[in-house]
């Protein structure tokens, strides 16, 4: 299996054949969790620490269910109640961490680059749960396992991202992910919620909704970031769901088998009209759920598995 990583902070640095790596070990994790008995010993001894310095249910929820399965110790560590409320710097807390000798480190922070600096200073895997805007790498994983099952493959897609692009470091990882994967990707937006320099990136950008979707096989709707927003972005949330909110007469211009995908939570009747998230036939959100646990546990999988490589070495004085 081809996954060379020692951490998963991004998804620039993958190449297409660890995302394919990483997609199908995820397939092999969906099998295990329909089952009755969803438990491997795969992480067996090793120990996961997850630290949220954002709230977080699902994602935080999404890791600590996957690293059980495994068979990880797992622990999450309350940031909000933490020593960084009192001051401490991201350095110290991860000497605190080195003392704890952790193997996985799954890691969420407001600040972009956060992540990366911790990386850098423990002697353990980590993994970036969201940093800012920077990057939310299993995010656009599961995202991507989710359309290969919908559609039977993951290239050569006509794939809409549509909504609050500028603040959204989902769309940024699937940005990268799917251009990767030599998809057709549109953007579609108010002006004031694209962010300077993504036509560089080789997407096509729309601010009318109804021309951007016509003929898209994947809806890829995503939340407004109002906590992200320091001004008036939009005018209004209901002229925003009238103008950029999906809604049946703007999914009828996709394709007609076109899916409709949502990182969540949804703002329903901003983003989303209700009846379209609840609908089975075009709606895959409810299968993002389940496939990020599956993908979550393929990371923290694979990921343990260089670890383990990388000690092996340095116990028996491999140079690498």
């Given amino acids: ?18 995302i394919v790596s990483l997609l199908d070990l995820a397939e092999d994790y969906v099998a295990l969790n329909r089952r009755t008995v969803k438990h491997s010993d795969v ?9 949220f310095f954002e709230n977080s249910t699902r994602t935080q929820s999404s890791f600590e269910l996957a690293g059980l399965r495994l068979g990880a110790d797992v622990m999450n560590m309350s940031m909000q109640t933490s020593s960084v409320k009192k001051g401490e710097t991201l350095i110290d807390t991860a000497l605190t961490l080195n003392a704890m000798q952790p193997d996985l480190l799954v890691v969420r922070h407001p600040h972009s680059g956060a992540v990366n600096l911790l990386a850098e200073k423990v002697n353990c895997a980590v993994l970036n749960a969201g940093d800012g805007r920077h990057e939310h790498p299993t995010q656009a994983l599961l995202d991507a396992l989710t359309i ?38 549109r953007l ?8 300077a320099g993504v036509a560089d990136m080789g997407v096509e950008l729309y601010e009318d909704m109804h021309e951007g979707l ?29 103008r950029w909110g999906l809604d049946a007469d703007k999914l009828a211009l996709a394709s007609d088998d076109a899916i409709v995908m949502h990182p969540g939570p949804m703002n329903r009747g901003v983003e989303i009209d209700g009846t379209i998230a609840d609908d089975i036939n075009r709606s895959v959100i409810q299968d993002q759920v389940e496939m990020g646990v599956a ?22 004085g491999v140079m690498v």
């Fill in 43 to 51: 992480l067996a001894g090793m120990t996961q620490i997850n630290m």
């Fill in 188 to 195: 579609i937006g108010p002006a004031t919620l694209m962010p």
């Fill in 1 to 18: 299996m081809s996954f060379r990583a020692r951490h998963l902070l991004g998804i620039d640095h993958l190449a297409p054949d660890e």
């Fill in 295 to 316: 993908v979550r546990m393929a990371a923290l999988d694979l990921l343990a598995r260089n670890l383990r490589a990388e000690r092996g070495r340095a116990a028996t």
């Fill in 214 to 242: 016509k003929g898209a096989d994947v809806v890829m709707m995503l939340r407004l970031q109002k906590e992200r927003m320091d001004g008036g972005f939009i005018p209004s949330e209901r002229e925003y769901y009238h």
């Fill in 148 to 185: 290969r099952r919908a559609k039977g493959r993951l290239q050569r897609l006509t794939i809409a991202i549509c909504g609050d692009i500028a603040h959204s470091r989902v769309a940024r990882s699937n940005l990268i992910l799917l251009g990767k994967m030599e998809n057709r990707i």
